[in-house]
């Protein structure tokens, strides 16, 4: 919504609130379009400025709201500039084996960061950025490390381990440059034998970078184990908990979040409550609980206060969260102000975040 001066009302403009005059009267409702007869009625009744409708109060969902802000506009213009800097980097490393540059990567990050005033709005500016489909594990491997630092940043981690846990968000996935675009991006379910040169890929990677620099060994072992799994059921080596590189399983949880708010051929990107959904759904005991949790926390506060539909096509406000069930809030109903509370109506979920 935008207030403009009543000289400067166009035929067509919409009213965004019900216009008053002098005795609190609506001489206009909100919602009406604006015609020349409209334009000589607010004049006859000396109203100076009127507020108008902008394309941002058409949107629907929240971030389809967050795409039409000038910050989000000017974020993806400068991930645009520094999005190409970045692939020459890593496809001047993996095509050529050049050294790989971290203090440019760096300041790639910190460039494409330097206008985003918080975390939860650098996650949201992430999840309205569209990846070109010639570019999806660039994609991945740029937007994990800009994670990285938002999830460095809920961790309490410190700067050196924060700068350290960004460079193994760059280069953990190095080894999927390796692999066949057509597998690694296929639709439909791969065969065994796809899935296991797909899994190939850690070890791939990991070998690249001890063959083409000095790695800290925190940035090799996330290569590798990124996709180990606390309880022992991942690859490539079936590692537990205490085996796994405490850097490898903060980037276990960056690669899962990322993939989950990104578009795939299959299903569309996930909504907040669903992404959490998807981890408790997976158990805790996958992961490092201490780090996910704090995570998850973070990501489910941040929506307090949006509205939501819900799976009976009802409409309401997140009012608090469970904390026992992060992807299961508290609802105040809009229609009557009714409270429903999500994580004893097992039977309904939310499925708009607005």
Known sequence: MKVVARIE?????????????????????????????????????????????????????????????????????????????????????????????????????????????????????????????????????????????????????????????????????????????????????????????????TRIGYDFLKQVGSFNHHILRATLQHHERCNGTGYPASLTSSEIDKFAKYIAIIDTYEAMTSPRTYRNKLHPFQIIANYENEGFERYDVQALKSILSHIAASQLGFNVQLSNERLGTVILINEKALSRPLIKLNEDNTLIDLSKERNIRITQVF
Not at 62 to 90: A, L, Q
Not at 140 to 157: D, K, Q, R
């Open 9 to 201: 009302l166009k035929p067509g403009m919409v009213i965004a609130e019900d216009i008053l005059n002098y005795k609190n009267e609506i001489i206009v409702m909100a919602g009406t379009k604006v015609t020349d007869n409209i334009i000589k009625k607010l004049a006859r009744q000396s109203i100076i400025a009127v507020p108008i409708k902008e394309e941002i109060d058409y949107s629907t969902t929240h971030f389809e709201k967050v795409r039409m802000t000038d910050g989000f506009k000017n974020f993806e213009s400068i991930y645009n500039i520094y999005f190409p800097v970045f692939k020459t980097c890593m496809l001047g490393a993996v095509d050529k084996s050049q050294q790989i540059n971290l203090s440019q990567l760096m300041e790639i990050y910190k460039s494409i960061i330097a206008g985003v005033k918080s975390g939860e709005q650098l996650l949201d500016y992430l999840y309205n950025l569209i990846p070109d489909e010639n570019d999806m594990t660039l994609c991945h491997c740029l937007n994990s490390a800009l994670i990285a630092g938002v999830f460095a940043t809920w961790l309490g981690l410190s700067n050196k381990d924060s700068t350290l846990l960004i460079e193994c968000a760059f280069l953990y996935d190095i080894g999927k440059f390796s692999i066949p675009y057509q597998i690694l991006w296929k639709p439909q379910r791969l065969t065994p034998e796809e899935y296991a040169l797909v899994q190939e890929h």
